[in-house]
């Protein structure tokens, strides 16, 4: 079996950690020591010529060329007969595709606000030894595979693989926290992937970021300016999303195809509030886009997952958003629909009252035996 590496697309010459003070102590110091990767590295500049000097001793690379390099190529979408859908008359019915009814554009998940935070630049660009994020292997027969499995298969050993590596760079080991990327599979979970968060306090680990993977056919961002049908089916998967991130209380998720990544938050109001079924879309990120000037699919990623540390970030809300139980009908405090949003039809919005005891977001219960958040 042929084995393909795709690997950063530029030469790299690097340091080691030791000689620009990873294990040492910003000489400025901080009362209390570092809480993380973050702060721990973002008070030191390093010159061209530190560079040069320190090549000599190790290759060197850094996160920002790492999250950016070439994607491996997919030659085509994954098989329709392979496709895990859910619709209305699946018996299980905890939502249902008006679940969503608000979509707002998420402008600000972008590569120059990004790099606008705080720091943040300078901790992508600072130098890691190449041996400490590992450039994962695909096999040419799973790429051209083309089902489900076999893109759960890249998922785990490309994207996790390189996510995982870069957030254990950025956050460290002084913190004693970790963020990984996952298959749901290897978790139990319903999500395809998730981002875990480990700590002392949180051994066993907690679900911060969910991620679902789709076919190009099953669901795409062109699927809202659709017609009626189509738009029920781009609404199906991201009421599935919200409902897994509002178990979750998780503020961020994502849905990947073969073609593009596309970042979700949850809408909240001035109170930090989730407003049931509104949901903030960022654009769109092509499978193939790359360069250390373009927000790729990795890079998005890590910073999603990055959000979800212990200490949220200067100008970005943290992870946690707090959906209160289905008991107290939170999901009843939403918003008039968006009028691109179809109407469900009557036997659908029936078969909701039947399954999960209420229909539309607005209704009451119709007996206590159903509840959704």
Same mark, same amino acid.
């Given at each position: 079996?042929?084995? +393909?590496?795709?690997?950063?697309?530029?030469?790299?010459?690097?340091?080691?950690?030791?000689?620009?003070?990873? #294990?040492?102590?910003?000489?400025?110091?901080?009362?209390?020591?570092?809480?993380?990767?973050?702060?721990?590295?973002?008070?030191? #500049?390093?010159?061209?010529?530190?560079?040069?000097?320190?090549?000599?001793?190790?290759?060197?690379? +850094?996160?920002?060329?790492? *999250? !950016?390099?070439?994607?491996?190529?997919?030659?085509?979408?994954? #098989?329709?007969?392979?496709?895990?859908?859910?619709?209305?008359?699946?018996?299980?019915?905890?939502?249902? $595709?008006?679940?969503?009814?608000?979509? /707002?554009?998420?402008?600000?998940?972008?590569?120059?606000?990004?790099?606008? !935070?705080? %720091?943040?630049?300078? *901790?992508?660009?600072?130098?890691?030894?190449?041996?400490?994020?590992?450039?994962?292997?695909?096999? &040419?027969?799973?790429?051209?595979?083309?089902? /489900?499995?076999?893109?759960? !298969?890249?998922?785990?050993?490309?994207?996790?693989?390189?996510?995982?590596?870069?957030?254990?760079?950025?956050?460290?080991?002084?913190?004693?926290?970790?963020?990984?990327?996952?298959?749901?599979?290897?978790?139990?979970?319903?999500?395809?992937?998730?981002?875990?968060?480990?700590?002392?306090?949180?051994?066993?680990?907690?679900?911060?970021?969910?991620?679902?993977?789709?076919?190009?056919?099953?669901?795409?961002?062109?699927?809202?300016?659709?017609?009626?049908?189509?738009?029920?089916?781009?609404?199906?998967?991201?009421?599935?999303?919200?409902?897994?991130? /509002?178990?979750?209380?998780?503020?961020?998720?994502?849905?990947?195809?073969?073609?593009?990544?596309?970042?979700?938050?949850?809408? !909240? %109001?001035?109170?930090?509030?989730?407003?049931?079924?509104?949901?903030?879309?960022?654009?769109?990120?092509?499978?193939?886009?790359?360069?250390?000037?373009?927000?790729?699919?990795?890079?998005?990623?890590?910073?999603?997952?990055?959000?979800?540390?212990?200490?949220?970030?200067?100008?970005?809300?943290? $992870?946690?958003?707090?959906?209160?139980?289905?008991? &107290?009908?939170?999901?009843?405090?939403?918003?008039?629909?968006?009028?691109?949003?179809?109407?469900?039809?009557?036997?659908?919005?029936?078969?909701?009252?039947?399954?999960?005891? $209420?229909?539309?977001?607005?209704?009451?219960?119709?007996?206590?035996?159903?509840?959704?958040?």
């Amino acid at each position: 079996m042929r084995r +393909t590496s795709y690997g950063s697309q530029h030469a790299f010459q690097n340091t080691t950690q030791e000689s620009y003070g990873y #294990e040492g102590s910003y000489e400025g110091g901080y009362e209390g020591g570092y809480e993380d990767g973050y702060n721990r590295r973002r008070n030191r #500049e390093y010159q061209r010529s530190d560079l040069d000097a320190l090549a000599e001793i190790e290759p060197y690379t +850094t996160l920002v060329d790492y *999250l !950016t390099s070439r994607n491996p190529p997919i030659l085509g979408p994954m #098989e329709s007969a392979n496709l895990r859908r859910r619709n209305a008359k699946s018996p299980d019915y905890a939502f249902i $595709w008006w679940d969503v009814r608000n979509t /707002r554009h998420w402008n600000t998940f972008n590569l120059q606000t990004i790099l606008a !935070t705080p %720091d943040l630049d300078r *901790l992508l660009r600072m130098p890691i030894p190449q041996a400490e994020l590992p450039e994962p292997f695909v096999d &040419d027969d799973v790429l051209q595979q083309g089902d /489900r499995i076999a893109f759960l !298969t890249i998922v785990r050993d490309y994207f996790c693989t390189k996510v995982t590596a870069a957030l254990s760079q950025s956050i460290g080991t002084r913190s004693h926290q970790s963020l990984s990327m996952v298959l749901g599979s290897e978790l139990g979970s319903s999500a395809d992937i998730a981002g875990v968060y480990q700590s002392p306090s949180r051994p066993n680990g907690q679900i911060r970021v969910a991620g679902f993977v789709k076919s190009c056919r099953e669901w795409n961002t062109m699927m809202q300016a659709g017609g009626d049908e189509k738009r029920r089916e781009f609404l199906q998967v991201l009421s599935q999303l919200q409902r897994y991130m /509002r178990e979750h209380n998780t503020r961020y998720g994502y849905v990947l195809t073969e073609q593009e990544l596309v970042c979700v938050r949850l809408a !909240t %109001d001035a109170e930090n509030r989730p407003i049931f079924g509104c949901l903030d879309i960022a654009n769109a990120i092509q499978w193939n886009q790359h360069g250390s000037n373009r927000l790729t699919i990795c890079l998005a990623l890590w910073f999603l997952h990055f959000l979800a540390k212990r200490d949220p970030l200067p100008d970005w809300a943290g $992870w946690e958003i707090p959906v209160p139980s289905a008991e &107290d009908c939170s999901r009843r405090y939403c918003m008039a629909k968006d009028p691109w949003v179809p109407d469900p039809k009557y036997d659908e919005v029936e078969l909701a009252r039947v399954k999960r005891g $209420w229909g539309e977001a607005d209704e009451p219960y119709a007996y206590a035996a159903h509840t959704s958040i």
